[in-house]
């Protein structure tokens, strides 16, 4: 049963791509969060949760058909995604910027509970349906068949991350964001406004969150309460084998993350794989703190 | 400060002895005018609605009951104690119900866990307890002989879809999922040894961790497995989501589940994709649908099978106090000598492990959004 051909192979290395971008998705805009900040923002997951839900109710105004849904969805939820970062800095880290960091990493602990059962109050506890009017169907690629959506989903992942990446090197905002994250106050000796900057690094990072939320929400066709929490700990642990604050190692190990889940799922046992994950997770924190694709100085972008 | 401790461990101790000399006491049964049930669950919390069905349905039945004369003038008093769900709060619960005498038979705690923390504590008060939704086949094979149980174990519904499956439509080389629990764990594995005895094989024998949402890897083994159906031992969510996820991924087979996918939510959640499912539960008779129709009058609402189990309990609580006896032993007596006793769930008996029998199943399928009868 368990003899590894060549279409099982294709089928679970782009699956876990798929999944993989997803968790790129959640772990870059973490890691450019905490790059301008030097705090784990703990309620990015329940931003992901909140714009699923909040596209799952526009849903039934969008009836729009097929592939323009999905392009619309997409626009929505990094629409969503940065208004609610935006907020949540705002209300929740800028009045924290001056007190210790352990205050804003517990303000955000309180935050995500907090949102969590927002969620549950206004949208009830259960699961609920997301389903887009685009069923792009299957894809024969080379001797394996394998849903195409998944496809759709690692390429919009991988084209979000490339255009983040041509804003950090090329535009003037991307110099200050990569400024303020390797200094932040000899940024703000040099002109920088890095009060500005860190709100735009929280814009982009939970736009991004919210983009995953409705990918992930459409290819497991449900969005629920805590699903937050979920993506947060997957992000997370990508961030931190990829290197905290270095933001191509997140994206890579996000990916990898993906691929591997995917593998220890069928090759080991769903009843392991998570175990197995997070003593890698331990494993890194403990042995080399820096991350895998980390260099020993953590100030990267 | 020491003083006052050893004081108040002092009247503790006093206030125990008193309470176990209250539960010998209790050994005689004092009976007076009255036969009290203790109907025991989670009252408080996620579960609550479960525990007010317990009480919805025994006191229904009590009403019925003390309105045509009650047990030989006797009149059935429902009193509801709640285990909130846990197994700490069970024992606690039980032993205060055992060490009430003019408590006479106790019926409920909601899961299998609270059965098992329940069951000794009932013996050693000398106190029957009739479960009426624990699942666990083995609770009864304990050799613990204050323990009936009127609800079905879910050995009997994967049997019976087994049976279905190889026997009647030939499908024989089935794929399993099981979620990774007691529960899980159980069902399936008495679905996978029925299916093997009447010759078909599990081509794929997939575990899930609970709250899984994302089944990729078990699909994709689904997808090159060759089954000609799938059993999955899983409830309503996850099973919806595995069905739907395997259909958009070009999954065609035929889908079976256990009976804990009934509920609005698996449509639901479903959609589509979970059209033609079948699963299989007892047979819900004409008693059954007058006391489900009872309770819609009374209450607006779809009755679950627990409103049910609780009724047909309290029925057999009050003819066995009328054949052994208004006392504790005098119940458990009469509970063992039942034999097609006209209840709420139809002719009730129990076997010698004083397990209700049912041998009649029916199937249900998914039709338009909503559960149907079905058959083969």
Known sequence: MDSVTIPVLVDQLVSGLAIGGVYALVALGFAL???VLRVAQFAHGEVYMLVAFLVLTALPALPLGGFSQFGLVLVLALFLGATIGLAVERVVFRPLMAAPHLAAIISAIGLSIALQYLAAFLWGAELHPFVLNWAPGNLALGPATIPAFKVVIFV??????????????????????????????????????????????FAVGSAFAGAAGVLVAALYGVVYSSMGIAALVKGYTATVIGGVGNLVGAVISGLLLGVFEVLLESYVSPKWSDAIIFALLIGVLVLRPQGLLGRAIPQRL | MNIVRSRLLALVLAA?????????????????????????????????????????????????????????GKEIVIEQFDDRNDTTETANIAQRIGSDSSILASMGHFTSSTVYAAMPIYKANRLPLVVISASDPKITQQGNEWVFRVSPTNDLGAQATADLLVQQLGLTRIATFYLNTDFGKSEHQYFVERVQQNGGTIVL????????????????KLKNAGAEAVYLSSYYNDAALLIKQAVASGVQTRWFASAAIISNQ???VGGEAVEGVITARVAQGENWEAVAAEYRQKYGAEPTPFVIYAYAATQAIAEAARQGGATRDGIRQGLEAIENLDTAIGP????????AIYTEFEFLIVQDGQFKPWTP
């Open chain 1, 33 to 35: 969060i905490f790059g």
């Open chain 1, 156 to 201: 919009t992942a991988l084209a979000l991350l490339a255009g983040l990446q041509l804003v950090l090197r090329r535009t003037q905002l991307g110099r200050a964001i990569r400024a303020t994250a390797s200094d932040p106050e000899t940024a703000r000796l040099m002109g920088i406004n890095t009060i500005r900057i860190i709100a735009a690094a």
């Open chain 2, 16 to 72: 125990a002895f008193i309470l176990v000399g209250c539960d010998i006491g209790g050994l005689a049964g004092a009976g007076g005018d009255q036969i009290k049930i203790a109907v025991v669950g989670p009252m408080s919390g996620d579960a609550a609605t479960y525990g007010q069905d317990f009480v919805r349905g025994a006191q229904m039945a009590a009403e019925k009951i003390n309105a045509a004369g009650g047990v030989d």
């Open chain 2, 205 to 220: 024998d997939e575990p899930y961790q609970p709250d899984t949402k994302d089944f990729t890897s078990g699909i994709i």
């Open chain 2, 266 to 268: 698996f449509p639901e």
């Open chain 2, 348 to 355: 009730l008996s129990f076997d010698q492990n004083r397990q």
